[in-house]
């Protein structure tokens, strides 16, 4: 049976432009007249061939924010008129980041359309955003988002279905025309994956025998919630009180769904106050996550190192496939490269942006990757995963319990400094700052660079070593990605980069990164902050960074 479908005249919007992480506006924009219809049309014209749309299969879903149910009739309506065969739809409209990325390969499907703006906040007066991601479960290449982009400065039609209104909050699977709608449990899929890589009998018997071994779950009122209470609660027997926030809002609760010690602060103080042994959060559609335990906290980039080193030992998934590779963004600290170094491992340093990870993972050669930015990952996926993140870790403390190595967060940490040396890191972030000053800023360091007039100056302790702007030469397609982020490299191995963020929204927002590496055990304990101060002082001479932004302070310390 096939469906009516009207074409209906329209005129382009300006500024369509999605960048690797979709569409970002706030809802208002979304809402104007077929400001949504034009973008998901284009997004389906823009499938790549062969194929294209027609006939193609489609995972939706998002991170439950507000004006996802609207969106969902468009996408149906759009998609019948585009002839695609199947939709695969979590349940209302529910799917994280890493879950959506899991069904696109599972099911083999063409690609997902994602309805998330991450970690901002959401409600009528934030943010929506459309994200296309391709087969692979990744996100959709430049080739994709710029085909994308040219289509929405000249769409002059739409061609949308006559088909009534789907209901998206009952499972099972129904036909409009000749496109089936497939309506699944949003986290089963998910939990199967996560029951594939982790042993979930080791971490059950963990608890067993640990039965005041505490831990706290914050779903930040985003996507996780349903995933965490699944995971925790139903499957690993846990009490309820081991999850917090754990009902999807369409506003996040007002909140800023973003893991880390500022906007996470609940579940920060409940750690700090109940004596919980290990916390954690995810970000509004799961892809970010942040570790921490009763008076410690896991910088992202110490995470991905100490993940690195357990994974054969603690977690089944690689020891059935290996560990082919390690790699880290350039900014990300370099405690992840001494652990390849040790462990005899390829390891690769990519710009900021999950992508370029992608590449090395299809091609079989990086297994594990993590980004400062809360951005830890396997590929298991093709997007980062918050929630695998979090039982890695779990399955590393029951490993290290069972092996009467260690058994909190702290301890944990400092074990792997024993054998590491400890990589502090510290990123500061300059919000919303001019873009006049902040892009004058960068030039005068990039004419630093250029002339050579920093190599081997003193800055207090330190001695440059050497200063560029980070340059990736992908090993798998070639493409060069120039201007990355400056870099600052001292003689004994710290280092300060600063970029200008590639996300924000408003303005600029510049990121002074800084790491400095010890391996004095003395000083293992030590506070970050007070730690990094000599290196943040010369960072801050070296960049010029008050004088041209006028700040005295970041508006985040992380
Ligand atoms: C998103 C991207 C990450 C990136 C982060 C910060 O989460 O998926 O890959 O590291 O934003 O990017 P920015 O350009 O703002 O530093
Ligand atoms: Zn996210």
């Known amino acids: 049976m096939s469906v009516n479908v009207k074409t209906v005249p329209t005129t382009p919007y300006e500024g369509q432009k999605p960048g690797t992480s979709g569409l970002r506006k706030r809802v208002k924009v979304f809402q104007q007249e077929n400001y949504t219809e034009n973008f998901v049309q284009a997004t389906l014209q823009a499938i790549p061939e062969p194929g294209g749309a027609k006939g193609a299969t489609l995972v939706i879903g998002g991170d439950g924010r507000y004006y996802i149910p609207e969106a969902l009739q468009i996408i149906a309506k759009l998609s019948a008129g585009a002839g695609v065969s199947k939709l695969i739809v979590g349940q209302n409209g529910i799917l994280s980041t890493p879950a959506a990325s899991n069904l696109i390969r599972k099911f083999k499907a063409t690609g997902g359309i994602l309805l998330t703006a991450s970690h901002n906040p959401g409600g009528p007066n934030n943010d929506f955003g459309i994200k296309y991601n391709v087969s692979n479960g990744g996100p959709a290449p430049e080739s994709v988002t710029n085909k994308i982009y040219e289509i929405t400065k000249t769409i002059k039609e739409l061609y949308i279905a006559d088909i009534p209104k789907v209901d998206f909050t009952t499972i099972g699977s129904t036909k409009v025309g000749d496109m089936t709608i497939d309506v699944i449990d949003s986290t089963e899929d998910y939990v199967q994956l996560m029951k594939s890589i982790f042993d979930f009998d080791a971490l059950r018997e963990f608890f067993k025998s640990n039965p005041n071994y505490r831990i706290l779950f914050d779903g930040m009122n985003g996507v996780t919630g349903p995933y965490g209470y699944h995971l925790f609660v139903k499957e690993l027997g846990l009490p309820e009180s081991s999850v917090m926030n754990f009902k999807p809002l369409a506003d996040f609760g007002g909140g800023h769904p973003d893991p880390n010690l500022t906007y996470a602060h609940d ?3 409940r750690v700090e106050k109940e004596g919980i042994d290990f916390g954690a959060a995810s970000d509004g559609d799961g892809d970010r996550n942040m570790i921490i335990g009763k008076g410690a906290f896991v910088t992202p980039s110490d995470s991905v190192a100490i993940i690195a080193h357990y994974a054969k030992a603690a977690i089944p998934y690689f020891q059935k496939n290996g560990v082919n590779g390690l790699a880290r ?126 190599k081997g100056k003193t800055f207090g302790n330190f001695k440059i070593a050497f200063v560029d702007d980070f340059e990736y030469n992908d090993p798998i397609d070639k493409s060069v990605s120039s201007n990355q982020g400056v870099r600052i490299v001292f003689e004994d191995g710290s280092r300060v980069i600063i970029r200008l963020s590639g996300t924000g929204s408003q303005g600029a927002t510049v990121r002074l990164y800084v790491e400095k590496y010890s391996n004095n055990a003395a000083e293992y304990d030590a506070d970050t902050q007070k730690a990094l101060k000599p290196l943040i002082d010369q960072a801050l001479a070296i960049s010029q960074l008050k004088e041209f932004t006028g700040r005295d302070t970041p508006t985040v310390i992380t």
């Open 267 to 269: 579940l920060v103080e």
């Open 329 to 454: 963004s350039m900014p990300t600290s370099q405690a992840i490269d001494l652990v390849a170094k040790q462990q005899g491992l390829e390891h690769f340093e990519v710009p900021t942006g999950w992508k370029f990870f992608g590449n090395l993972m299809d091609a079989g050669r990086c297994s594990i990757c993590g980004e400062e930015s809360f951005g830890t990952g396997s590929d298991h996926i093709r997007e980062k995963d918050g929630l695998w993140a979090v039982i890695a870790w779990l399955s590393i403390i029951a490993y290290a319990n069972k092996q009467k190595l260690a058994t909190s967060v702290h301890d944990i940490l400092q074990l792997h400094y024993k054998q590491y040396g400890r990589n502090f890191f510290s990123r500061y972030d300059y919000e919303e700052v001019e873009s006049k000053g902040a892009n004058e800023m960068v030039e005068r360091l990039q004419g630093q660079i250029k002339s050579g007039e920093l």
